[in-house]
């Protein structure tokens, strides 16, 4: 599954938020990385169809993205905000069962296909004893393992993780990443944006270092993460000190 963006731009209200972006994914774990503020999300709603571009295309294995449904572009991408939804009075497993919402037949209903692709993906997540808890009850760790579990239960090619494990202790933070690099071994291409360069180094196969809108460096990790494109992209050309220590 090919992830294609060409001359990619995003001009609300005259000020570029992204500047003619291309790039292309094909496999692995691919990573935006910038500063809070260079315009990660904003590729990663382009992506997913929320926004629409001012200017170029996305295309996911050479169909541009706007020409699918949103009811078929939500069997092929999932997109995992860093945002907690402000739901309420829904237990786990609705709320995981959201994922199948693609699925339901002609009277809103799940097959057991369904029902047993939700309660492996709870299980997988370790949530399935919490199954009849209210989310309003989890703790921020629990609910972005439940989104994974949701996403997985969505059972699409491609998966967005923005932020992953913004305000995640380092117990929860592991969590999430083990769960990501078993969505790897399912065969599933997945995104991350994020501004935490460890982790970064830690998770991806391949960076896109994002600055002010625009793509200005990309390839693999190893090749992407050295200290001078970090200087460049985290505007560190004023930094007091003999070495910058990284991972």
Same mark, same amino acid.
Request: net charge negative.
């Given at each position: 599954m090919s992830?294609e963006i060409?001359?990619?731009?995003?001009?609300?209200?005259?000020?570029?938020?992204?500047n003619?972006?291309s790039?292309?994914?094909?496999?692995?774990?691919s990573?935006?990385?910038?500063q809070?503020g260079?315009g990660k999300?904003?590729?990663m709603k382009?992506?997913?169809?929320l926004?629409d571009?001012?200017?170029?295309?996305?295309?996911?294995?050479?169909?541009n993205v706007?020409?699918?449904?949103?009811?078929d572009?939500s069997?092929?991408?999932?997109?995992?905000?860093q945002d907690?939804?402000?739901i309420?009075g829904?237990?786990?497993?609705e709320?995981?069962e959201? &994922?199948?919402?693609? /699925?339901?037949?002609f009277?809103g !209903?799940y097959? +057991? @296909?369904?029902?047993? *692709?939700?309660e492996n993906?709870?299980s997988l997540?370790?949530l399935?004893?919490?199954r009849?808890d209210?989310?309003?009850?989890l703790?921020g760790g629990?609910?972005?393992?439940?989104?994974?579990a949701?996403?997985l239960?969505?059972?699409?090619?491609i998966?967005?993780?923005?932020e992953?494990?913004s305000?995640?202790d380092i117990k929860?933070?592991?969590?999430v990443?083990?769960?990501?690099?078993k969505?790897k071994?399912?065969?599933?291409?997945?995104?991350?944006?994020?501004?935490?360069i460890?982790?970064?180094e830690?998770?991806?196969?391949?960076?896109f270092?994002?600055?002010a &809108?625009?793509?200005? /460096?990309s390839?693999?990790?190893e !090749?992407?993460l +050295? @200290?001078?494109?970090? *200087?460049d992209?985290?505007d560190l050309?004023?930094?007091?000190g003999?070495e910058?220590k990284?991972?």
């Amino acid at each position: 599954m090919s992830i294609e963006i060409k001359r990619l731009s995003y001009l609300p209200e005259n000020f570029y938020v992204i500047n003619n972006v291309s790039l292309v994914i094909n496999e692995g774990i691919s990573t935006f990385l910038g500063q809070n503020g260079s315009g990660k999300t904003t590729l990663m709603k382009l992506i997913s169809k929320l926004i629409d571009p001012t200017n170029g295309e996305v295309l996911i294995n050479h169909i541009n993205v706007k020409d699918i449904k949103k009811y078929d572009l939500s069997k092929i991408i999932t997109y995992i905000s860093q945002d907690r939804e402000n739901i309420q009075g829904f237990t786990v497993f609705e709320y995981a069962e959201m &994922g199948r919402f693609p /699925y339901q037949n002609f009277y809103g !209903k799940y097959d +057991n @296909k369904s029902l047993e *692709i939700i309660e492996n993906s709870l299980s997988l997540v370790n949530l399935y004893e919490k199954r009849d808890d209210l989310v309003n009850n989890l703790s921020g760790g629990e609910m972005q393992i439940l989104r994974i579990a949701r996403a997985l239960i969505q059972d699409t090619e491609i998966i967005l993780f923005d932020e992953p494990t913004s305000n995640l202790d380092i117990k929860n933070t592991k969590r999430v990443k083990d769960l990501i690099f078993k969505l790897k071994d399912l065969g599933k291409q997945i995104l991350i944006s994020t501004h935490d360069i460890n982790y970064a180094e830690s998770i991806s196969d391949f960076i896109f270092m994002i600055k002010a &809108g625009k793509l200005i /460096y990309s390839g693999k990790k190893e !090749k992407v993460l +050295n @200290k001078e494109n970090i *200087i460049d992209c985290y505007d560190l050309e004023t930094y007091e000190g003999n070495e910058i220590k990284l991972f």
